[in-house]
């Protein structure tokens, strides 16, 4: 080889490696790599606002990473479990879910805590109490043994006490009441001798209309528009057991773990602002739902429970939560926490919301 | 020139714009360009809860930009132009600001509408005005022929009526009343018959103290606490004139639209976030610091005004909002805007939060 030709070698090794160089800088400090996450959510497809959360999250984490970051969304058409979720994110045969903590209660029963309490916390007073009260802290320790993180998901605001064929004007009147109305608020009516049944959401309209069940709760005017129930139920009761719906995002601590640091935080931020984004539509379209029904359907009645009926809800949710505090010492935690964050910040939203929506109404 | 030294020469060259090449790579789908923007706040240093917006918004902003986003922020003591920050923004002299809307009504009078407004939404009614309602369009509408960009940057919570040294049973005690508070509220307190003053926030005490002036407004236990009126007036009452006080960030317009489009997306959910995140911590610090008030100072009274001064408080709103509305199209549209929206979503609220707050009170 001459020494022209070994130059040329020399020169041609330098290029290669310039552009090497090159290239492995680009991918050290901006890490080009597209991450891709399937998520699998509760609903069904364009289920509206739940799913508008979890497109919004998508969108929104697209965006800001310049699609580094790519979200698939299953909706339980495609996966065929709703209420398989955390099972499917524990497992890792999805990274993400977007669900309620409080359907795994039957699997974990501390998971009850982080979705909405029967005299809970308004949705803000929530978000305070997540977020500044130890709330995602006490979700952690619920949620860190499967392998799992837990994120607030999007709020549905208070939830009406449901729609009934028939005036409730004592406990009484609870006595073998066919109410659809799921999990813990349902356990706590059968304390006061209502017989709460779960009947497949196709099948409500008809149930109701003919007088199979005598009432039901969904979830608030947002919701309740579009199944009909005004048209066939006189009777509209005001919140108990739902004050603040919080749904939920899933992650497998595994598919979390991989990801750079920028694209977690973009994550989290995502997920952050799609849940409030969710509160603030839900406060949106129930107010423009209920204008609706209350013009088209004026006769429908607000009803409050009396307060005699409120009384012996309250009490029996005190002895449900009492039995699960002695058997479960985090179960406990949770609970103090809780009524301690409430008692904390309810004088507050009495002196704030509560003085001025009762000054309004005056008027 | 030798043929092997224009082989040189050729593979020289070729080795320099591969290594051109992959440069300009780099740059074109990463952009590792750092962008840097200076944003002026209304608030001094450490400012609590609205200095924590600012430094929140660009924390989150570094984060999930990998650093290619940073926001030096100056407070008031740097810029010495605490209600300059409009103008400041406008002429680019910052890139950003954060302040609150109602501050530049002197300037451009429209701006009044875009933080809170007396008898007008509480804080997630008014976001679901914005982002559902068509608030973002008409705060467009005002703020795009100064070149500048607004979002919503943080809310308050309800604000109280403030601290009072003496009872106030009838319009009548209003006459003369020397009372601190500042801007529209003030005009509304003028016309019937109260004489409002602005004094320097560090001369507030004293004044209050020496009775220079009979009342005074802050902005709710959160902020208020420190102030340390609770310890000098025995009356707190509850609010009307600012249910859901919005802060404000602002952007130059050319420094927005010289920013790459992950860049846009990240700033604008920076900003959304941390307004979110004002609104949860305000409402946690007014809980925290109302308890400490009340257990501190059990005497402290809270009142509500009589609902013939709300009534009168009431008219002499519209009849100022009137006179806005009559000399300008765009003031007459915006408050026709809100006033259908409270209509909308007030009924939704009391049959949710006013219900079930009240339910919860009577146990």
Tied chains: 1, 2.
Excluded: C
């Excluded at 507050?348 to 001025?356: L, M």
């Amino acid at each position: 080889m001459s020494l022209i030709q070994k130059s040329l070698k020399r020169v041609l090794k330098a290029t290669a490696m310039v552009a090497a160089m090159a290239f492995v800088t680009t991918s050290a400090t901006a890490d080009d790599t597209v991450y891709r996450l399937k998520l699998a959510e509760t609903w069904g497809p364009n289920f509206p606002i739940f799913g508008d959360a979890t497109k919004n999250m998508a969108k929104m984490a697209e965006e800001m990473s310049n699609g580094r970051l790519q979200i698939r969304i299953d909706s339980a058409n495609k996966h065929k479990a709703p209420l398989g979720v955390f099972d499917m994110v524990k497992s890792g045969q999805y990274d993400m879910g977007h669900s309620a903590s409080y359907y795994w209660k039957g699997k974990v029963p501390n998971t009850l805590y982080f979705t909405s309490m029967p005299f809970g916390m308004l949705p803000t007073e929530q978000y305070a109490w997540f977020y500044y009260g130890g709330g995602m802290e006490l979700m952690e320790k619920v949620y860190s043994p499967h392998n799992l993180l837990s994120f607030p998901g999007g709020n549905t605001d208070t939830q009406m006490g449901g729609w009934f064929q028939k005036e409730i004007k004592s406990v009484d009147d609870l006595q073998g009441l066919k109410m659809r109305i799921p999990g813990f608020a349902g356990e706590i009516l059968a304390e006061l001798g209502a017989k709460p049944t779960n009947i497949a959401p196709g099948e409500l309209y008809t149930s109701l209309e003919r007088r199979t069940i005598d009432a039901l709760e969904w979830v608030g005017p947002s919701l309740d528009l579009r199944m009909g129930f005004h048209k066939i139920a006189p009777y509209y009761y005001t919140g108990w057991h739902e004050p603040g719906t919080e749904l939920q995002f899933l992650i497998n601590k595994r598919a979390w773990d991989r990801l750079p640091d920028d694209l977690k935080a973009i994550l989290q931020v995502a997920m952050k602002t799609a849940a409030y984004d969710m509160y603030t539509q839900s406060k949106h379209e129930s107010g423009k739902n209920w204008a609706s029904i209350q013009s088209e359907y004026p006769d429908v009645q607000v009803k409050d429970f009396p307060p005699e009926v409120i009384s012996a809800l309250r009490e029996a949710n005190e002895r449900l939560l009492k039995v699960h505090a002695e058997k479960d010492a985090l179960a406990k935690e949770i609970q103090e926490s809780q009524a301690n964050y409430i008692e904390q910040v309810r004088p507050w939203s009495n002196i704030s919301h509560r003085a001025y929506l009762n000054s309004q109404a005056q008027q």
